[in-house]
């Protein structure tokens, strides 16, 4: 008798795959200003810390379109927990060994952005595999433990600053170094499947031949800057836009942040098969566009605060949302197509966080000027959004 496979363990080692994610995607920034002050590091500098995490995913998942399919996914998920634990290893050692820390700090970051990459690529399409009914709320689901594993590093690193002090940032780093250690053994022994057999997909060039693809990569792009630039600036915007301490900052901006995404992404996973999906992702991308100024054109504190935790929950389905209709439109579009999501959300996570940096430094350090800056993403999401409506009103033929 055939054993049955156990595609609940799976799914755990995806959603502690996306938790690794969010080690990877949220601790460094807590730790901006530390780096301001301890190394000496302008923000224009700090600045190109998110741009090469996101910028290493990107190169990772373009290569991904290539190697993930011959390597297999099993061999690419299990590297991929193993080289972040190393990279946030190196983020503790590094910056010492060198004799210019700045460096270490981005050898690190391109270790541990290497891993992330390879599970942002691999994990939506081993789920995506798996014989689960309602793959679009499933799919919402696992992206909101990325937000809850957002707001354990949030949470955690601020009582562990508040009780040993964040002098002591290095011990911690160590710490959260070992959940994508444990996970290693998770997939190493958790059943994976394809996500198209052999021969049935669509080949590259196919992909890059549909007119309504490059519609989805120019939403994802969007979705990456809409997300990443908010999350990867809201601990240091609420400390110095904002006027408060960092234990207040981080708590009320980037943990709120991460909250409301995460209860967005359940949210929708709870009642995706009563709403559409086009249109509810329309609603949100116009709160975002909202969110945003909010954040970057008001005098009250309270009410930028505000800005920035519910553009959480804006945000929250932007990218699932993105890869569902993409599967919805595109079901042979195999690995690929997942991949060079990835890419396009990697892109927009690049270059959004850097434009920010580079006009709050011109700005005099004004970092409502940068956010301002960065309204226009979602609002170029939302028209992506009233387009592909149109379309759909059109036909609703897959590709």
Sequence with gaps: MTKQKNYKKTLIACYLGFVTQAISANFTPLLFLTFKGTYGISLDKIALIPVVFYLTQLIVDLAATKFADKIGYRACVVTSQMISSVGLIMMAIL?????????????????????????????????????FENKEGTMSLLHSFYCWGAMGVILGSTAFFAIFGIENWKIL?????????????????????????????????????????????????????????????????TESALGVSKTVGDLAGPCMFAMFMGIARMLHGK?????????????????????????????????????????????????????????????????????????????GATVSPALVGRFAENAGGNLKAGLLVATAFPILLTLGLVVLNMISKKTNKKI
Excluded: H
């Design 95 to 131: 910056p010492d060994l060198l004799s210019v820390p700045f460096v270490g700090i981005l050898i690190a970051v391109v270790f541990y952005a290497i891993g992330s990459g390879l599970i942002e690529v691999l994990v939506s399409p081993i789920v995506e595999a798996c014989p």
């Design 173 to 237: 780093t160590f710490i959260w170094a070992l959940v994508p250690l444990y996970n290693t053994f998770n997939f190493i022994t958790c059943p994976i499947e394809r996500l198209v057999e052999d021969g049935k997909g669509m080949s590259i060039r196919q992909l890059l031949g549909v007119p309504i693809f490059w519609l989805m990569i120019g939403l994802m792009i969007c979705a990456g800057a809409s997300e990443a630039t908010m999350s990867q600036w809201t601990s240091a915007f």
């Design 271 to 347: 009642f995706s098969d009563k709403l559409d999906l086009t249109k509810t992702m329309l609603l949100c991308g116009t709160l975002c566009a909202v969110c945003y100024l909010t954040a970057s054109l008001s005098a009250s504190s309270v009410l930028g605060l505000m800005g920035c935790a519910l553009c959480g929950l804006a945000v929250g389905i932007m990218w699932p949302g993105t890869i569902s209709l993409s599967s919805q439109k595109c079901p042979l579009g195999g690995t690929a197509m997942f991949a060079f999501l990835a890419l396009a959300g990697d892109l």
